[in-house]
């Protein structure tokens, strides 16, 4: 039973997904809302702008021309 919470309190706090880097932007999406359901997802396109902000309940998705995860997503 400890085990079982101790494990569950890692999965809350995760905070980033480096196994979708290469998967497609919908497939990444997917997997991340699976364990974040209340963030808010932007996927981002190669050159596109975005803030400096930090923000805990955003995931960016950096995708390449593509559309496949060209880096780490994670919170902020």
């Not at 996927?43 to 803030?51: A, K, R, W």
Request: without cysteine; negative net charge.
């Amino acid at each position: 039973m400890i085990l079982f919470l101790w494990f569950a309190a890692e999965q809350r706090a995760r905070d980033n997904w480096p196994e979708v880097v290469g998967l497609p932007a919908e497939e990444a999406e997917k997997k991340i809302r699976e364990e974040q359901p209340e963030s808010r997802i932007q996927i981002v396109g190669p050159d596109q702008m975005v803030t400096m902000d930090f923000s805990t309940g955003r995931v960016r998705i950096f995708v390449d021309s593509a559309g496949k995860v060209a880096s780490t997503p994670r919170i902020g």
